[in-house]
T-cell receptor, first 109, second 113 residues
Framework: GQNIDQPTEMTATEGAIVQINCTYQ??????LFWYQQHAGEAPTFLSY??LDGLEEKGRFSSFLSRSKGYSYLLLKELQMKDSASYLC??????????WGAGTKLIIKP | EAQVTQNPRYLITVTGKKLTVTCSQN?????MSWYRQDPGLGLRQIYY???????DKGDVPEGYKVSRKEKRNFPLILESPSPNQTSLYFC????????????FGDGTRLSIL
């Protein structure tokens, strides 16, 4: 079967670093996406990893290990506006997206 | 501006009264999709379309219909809405399914009484 898992909620401090993990199980894999979703708003695309390794985009980085079925999103120099839910989703063998339930990130001053 | 436009943004209606949520994209995307989002469950796909006149069921299609007569439009139809369809709905589009980022509409918050 296929499944995907991420923590329900995390708390971090403004200015700090936080890592949001996502683990998945699937027999076919065509990449993993991260999206950011502020409360009541639409998800917006952050990153797409199809090969192993770390990809950096400003304060945000995303890592993938296909052999371990594991990804993480790393947020540096946290700002209050980073308070949001972070959704991971992998693309299966049919290019169908399987979504995690999202991690709500709370930033405290 | 590249965008996906959904209407209405909010709707409160009653059980059994047919409704349509419209979705339009201006990016010439082939792939379009409808999701519902409920607390603790994440995004669940209702229907998707790979191209004009090509639609297929997602994970939770019961009680919904869609059509794709034109590339830019992908309306979601609830023929006989029920309270368990109260949810936040998103339309999304992308160039290709599953290998390109999806662009989401602003969402439609639907309440069925």
């Amino acid at each position: 079967g296929q499944n995907i898992d991420q923590p329900t909620e995390m708390t971090a401090t403004e200015g700090a670093i936080v890592q949001i993990n996502c683990t998945y199980q699937t027999s076919g894999f065509n990449g993993l996406f991260w999206y950011q979703q502020h409360a009541g708003e639409a998800p917006t695309f952050l990153s797409y990893n199809v090969l192993d390794g770390l990809e950096e985009k400003g304060r945000f980085s995303s890592f993938l290990s296909r052999s371990k079925g594991y990804s993480y999103l790393l947020l540096k120099e946290l700002q209050m506006k980073d308070s949001a839910s972070y959704l991971c989703a992998f693309s299966d063998s049919n290019y169908q997206l399987i979504w995690g339930a999202g991690t709500k990130l709370i930033i405290k001053p | 501006e590249a965008q996906v436009t959904q209407n209405p943004r909010y709707l409160i209606t009653v059980t059994g009264k047919k409704l349509t949520v419209t979705c339009s994209q201006n990016m010439n995307h082939e792939y379009m999709s409808w999701y519902r989002q409920d607390p603790g469950l994440g995004l669940r796909q209702i229907y998707y379309s790979m191209n004009v006149e090509v639609t297929d069921k997602g994970d939770v299609p019961e009680g919904y219909k869609v059509s794709r007569k034109e590339k830019r439009n992908f309306p979601l139809i609830l023929e006989s809405p029920s309270p368990n369809q109260t949810s936040l709905y998103f339309c999304a589009s992308s160039t290709f399914r599953g290998s390109q980022p999806q662009h989401f509409g602003d969402g439609t918050r639907l309440s069925i009484l």
